[in-house]
């Protein structure tokens, strides 16, 4: 480790921590896109070629600062680049196996993705509430690390309303 690192358990608790909920959250995103397409292949009523489309963009897009935020805090803790962006990206690897998955079994899928999602969904907002709210505000920057929470939740609310 380089001089000026923070190691420890309590880091490498953290980064584990992180890079598995980031893996368990690709699983049922890829189940979802896996399923989005299954079912235009299966010719099901309301999917559409767009939706399965749109949806695998926007899984993707917010994949960068998925295997960014897997890699940063690996590479903080000392690890090589190379290797804090192997792992990065191996985080995300589970999602094209889960979106085959999906997609060969839309139809045993369809019924519990919902639930599926929701464990995704459940997974981050852990990650979230137990390590990175608190790690934003130790530096005493706790009105900024706020207001940016509140931002960013507002916008995905707006978003959420907007695109329905």
Do not use: C
Not at 22 to 40: D, K, Q, R, S, Y
Not at 66 to 91: D, I, N
């Amino acid at each position: 480790m380089t001089a000026g690192t923070r190691t420890g358990p309590l880091m490498n608790r953290r980064s584990t921590l992180l890079v598995l909920a980031i893996t368990l959250h690709n699983i049922p995103e890829g189940l979802a896109v896996g399923v989005a397409f299954g079912a235009v292949a299966a010719d099901l009523s309301g999917a559409s070629l767009s939706g399965a489309l749109a949806l695998a963009l926007g899984i993707g897009i917010q994949n960068f600062p998925e295997g960014t935020a897997v890699a940063m805090p690996l590479r903080r803790e000392g690890m090589s680049r190379r290797r804090s962006f192997f792992y990065g990206q191996l985080s995300g690897m589970f999602e094209p196996i889960a979106a085959v998955i999906g997609a060969a079994a839309v139809l045993f899928i369809e019924p519990l993705l919902p639930y599926a999602l929701s464990f995704a969904a459940g997974a981050m907002i852990f990650v979230v509430a137990e390590e990175v709210i608190p790690s934003s505000q130790e530096h005493g920057h706790k009105s900024m690390a706020s207001m940016s929470l509140m931002t960013g939740f507002a916008v995905m609310m707006i978003l959420d309303v907007a695109l329905g």
